[in-house]
């Protein structure tokens, strides 16, 4: 059943999952053109020194991405369900409807951690021909809260839209922005290491309140 669940999912969201692929491959290119467009300008050491003695990283045009690509991945995956009601056909599958609403929350969360795991790959190892590995790893420490913002924004946005009572939305939507905010403070590389467990405390919190709504939805909240 959950393996269902799972292909139904990808089934739903498959043209999203392509188009999303395209639009941030085709940044994490636009990026390394530009790196390396200032490389062959200013020269290694130059452009090293510069990315050293600034706190210039050179990736901050990916820092909203992330977060617009979990908003849109819950809109997809949740408007339909919740606008024609045929979230009533998964509540009453043979199966506990935590086990099936979650495995839906799991496989968009899968999807878009393996979506930002490819954009950090494909920086690291292309960044790491033309920089220094430390570098590299500035690199990676200062999107990594990006990334994870991308995945609290799919959370919250997807317990705003389960919820089924326009007045609850909207206490949602002021509890949930500041959490996506904290993710998004500031383009400093590498100034939320002491930040990590913090953020990871709420992405597993947010991961857990679309499951409130939908226990509302089943308590026949309108």
């Known amino acids: 059943m959950l393996k269902a ?18 639009v ?13 467009s200032a490389l062959l300008a200013s020269g290694r050491v130059e452009t090293w020194a510069t990315m050293i003695g600034r706190d210039v990283m050179m990736i901050n ?14 809109l997809c995956q949740w408007l339909p369900e919740m606008q024609v009601r045929r979230i009533r056909l998964t509540l009453h599958l043979p199966i506990d409807y935590t086990l099936s609403i979650g495995s839906m929350l799991l496989s968009s969360l ?5 979506l930002f795991a490819l954009d950090a790959s494909l920086l690291a190892v292309i960044e790491q021909v033309w920089l ?11 999107c990594l809260p990006w990334y994870l913002g991308g995945l609290i924004g799919y959370s919250v946005i ?28 500031t383009t400093q590389p590498a100034c939320y290491i002491v930040m990590w467990p913090w953020l990871m ?19 026949g909240k309108q």
């Open 24 to 36: 941030h491959v085709g940044l994490i290119i636009y990026l390394l053109l530009a790196l390396r």
């Open 158 to 185: 997807s317990w705003c839209l389960l919820e089924p009572q326009w007045r609850v939305r909207c206490v949602d939507i002021v509890i949930g922005a500041p959490l996506v905010a904290l993710c998004f403070l």
């Open 201 to 219: 405390v709420v992405l597993v919190a947010t991961a857990c309140l679309p499951l409130y709504s939908i226990y509302r939805f089943k308590q």
């Open 132 to 142: 220094p590995g430390e570098l590299v790893w500035r690199a990676f420490l200062t």
């Open 5 to 22: 669940i799972f292909y139904k999912e990808w089934l739903k969201l498959r043209l999203f999952w392509c188009l999303a692929l395209v």
């Open 61 to 74: 045009a990916l820092m909203y991405l992330p977060l617009i690509t979990g908003v849109c991945a819950a």
């Open 110 to 114: 899968v999807g878009l951690f393996v």
